[in-house]
């Protein structure tokens, strides 16, 4: 089974940067579409970012689109979020998310694995 772990949270302040990674297990990472969503305490989970199979395709949320950038690495078999100017809204935990019939979307219910998450915190 594929197994995602996200890294790279923290505490940072307002206006700092950070980049998460999401290392997946297994040999097909290249076949799937990979997404990031953020869950802050008591709200529901929302969609950050899409990237298609080969990297060519993103899909962003409006709230942090021109700060944020996903990217991938199938030779590492990694995906990342670069985020810069960050805001204590996008305080939460980050979790990546694996879609294996490829498709990029925003919606929750197409992606079939989640890693567990990594805290990120931005203080103002």
């Known amino acids: 089974q594929v197994q995602l772990v996200e890294s790279g949270g923290g505490l940072v302040q307002a206006g700092d940067s950070l980049r998460l990674s999401c290392a997946a297990s297994?040999?097909?990472?290249?076949?799937?579409?990979m997404a990031w969503f953020r869950q802050a305490q008591g709200k529901e989970r929302e969609f950050v970012a899409a990237?298609?199979?080969?990297?060519?395709?993103?899909l962003y949320a409006n709230s942090v689109k021109g700060r944020f950038t996903i990217s991938r690495d199938n030779a590492k078999n990694t995906v990342y979020l670069q985020m810069n100017s960050l805001k204590p809204e996008d305080t939460a935990v980050y979790l990546c998310a694996a879609n294996f019939r490829g498709n990029v979307g925003s919606d929750r219910g197409r992606y079939e694995r989640w890693g567990q998450g990594t805290q990120v915190t931005v203080s103002s």
């Open positions: 297994g040999r097909t990472f290249s076949l799937y579409a």
């Open positions: 990237v298609s199979r080969s990297g060519v395709d993103t």
